[in-house]
Nanobody, 118 residues
Framework: QVQLVESGGDLVEAGGSLRLACVMSGNLNDLNTMGWYRQAPGKQREMVALITQDDSVNYADSVKGRFIISKDADKRTIDLEMNGLKVEDTAVYYC????????????WGQGTQVTVSS
């Protein structure tokens, strides 16, 4: 079992910055991929940024050049630095982690609200 707790969501003006943090706990021995997803009202959840154990990263086209994902193994955190925020970035942001033992397991946090005003 893995537990994920997000923080850092807030109301910010367009052009501003926020840093989201996800603290991981539980059995992290078989972590494979970690990342952030988001879901805006009336829309499907979408991938924002992913990072693997060997620090390979992948970003959604809509956030490339503005968002940076990072992880800290000692602190057991996954951070998402968001710069140049746009109104369309408004969404609930979810932390995600996948583990592979005998099968893939995916875990989600409870989400943190990011609202960008114009």
């Amino acid at each position: 079992q893995v537990q994920l707790v997000e923080s850092g969501g807030d109301l910010v003006e367009a052009g501003g910055s926020l840093r989201l943090a996800c603290v991981m706990s539980g059995n992290l021995n078989d972590l494979n991929t970690m990342g952030w997803y988001r879901q805006a009202p009336g829309k499907q959840r979408e991938m924002v940024a992913l990072i693997t154990q060997d620090d390979s990263v992948n970003y959604a086209d809509s956030v490339k050049g503005r968002f940076i994902i990072s992880k800290d193994a000692d602190k057991r955190t996954i951070d998402l630095e968001m710069n140049g925020l746009k109104v369309e970035d408004t969404a609930v942001y979810y932390c995600m982690a996948t583990i592979f033992t005998t099968a893939w397991e995916t875990y989600w946090g409870q989400g943190t609200q990011v609202t960008v005003s114009s």
